[in-house]
């Protein structure tokens, strides 16, 4: 199945720094989700965008929707240690089905 | 809390058996879709279905198959179970052209 490109693929950050992870694919998406997983659990939905240039904020988390409705990206300001996890991107097609990005894996050192 | 649950939890099934994921979808919600997750990997798109009727599927097998029911709860069938079925398989239920909301997960073991 069709995956989207997800960079980076992990980040070791202090407690403090903003964080900054993207998303790129070669088809056009309707829809924008960032997801959050955690172990043994579903991945629970952030954000999500649905129009093209699209900037939404969600506490200490701002997503985009990027112009070409080909990318998008993902801030976290101020990390603190429970945002660690691993951090899907999710684009839905003219379809309605949904991609997954391949993850990155957040952690937070206090 | 999303309002999408899963059963059972976990699963350990023997290669070759057939195996029935359910998923509860919470109300209102008319989409409910399935995916796979290998360990490591993003969730893989199984399919979807829409009031009852299967609207798009993904790079299964046929051996892969599912039902929506008219309260919106939906189940996935395996049949002829290989190893490399062994996953955490995801529900995740929403309206049409919205957000989708996950449940925990079935993980599945075959050996």
């Known amino acids: 199945g069709q995956q989207l490109n997800q960079s980076p693929q992990s980040m070791f950050i202090q407690e403090g720094e903003d964080v900054s992870m993207n998303c790129t694919s070669s088809?056009?998406?309707?829809?924008w989700l960032w997801y959050k997983q955690e172990p043994g659990e579903g991945p629970v939905l952030l954000i999500a965008?649905?129009?093209?240039?699209e900037l939404t904020s969600n506490g200490r988390l701002t997503a985009q929707f990027g112009i070409t409705r080909k990318d998008s990206f993902l801030n976290i300001s101020a990390s603190i240690p429970s945002d660690v996890g691993i951090y899907f991107c999710a684009g839905q097609d003219t379809g309605n089905q949904f991609y997954f990005g391949t993850g990155t894996s957040l952690t937070v050192i206090p | 809390e999303t309002g999408v649950t899963q059963s059972p939890t976990h699963l350990i099934k023997t290669r070759g058996q057939q195996v029935t994921l359910r998923c509860s979808s919470q109300s209102g919600h008319n989409t409910v879709s399935w995916y796979q997750q290998a360990l490591g990997q993003g969730p893989q798109f199984i399919f979807q279905y829409y009031r009852e009727e299967e609207n798009g599927r993904g790079n299964f097998p046929p051996r892969f198959s599912g039902l929506q029911f008219p309260n919106y709860s939906s189940e996935l069938n395996v049949n002829a179970l290989e190893l490399d079925d062994s996953a955490l398989y995801l529900c995740?239920?929403?309206?049409?052209?919205?957000?989708?909301?996950f449940g925990q997960g079935t993980r599945l073991t075959v050996v």
């Open positions: 995740a239920s929403g309206r049409q052209d919205t957000e989708a909301f």
């Open positions: 965008l649905y129009k093209a240039g």
């Open positions: 088809s056009i998406f309707n829809t």
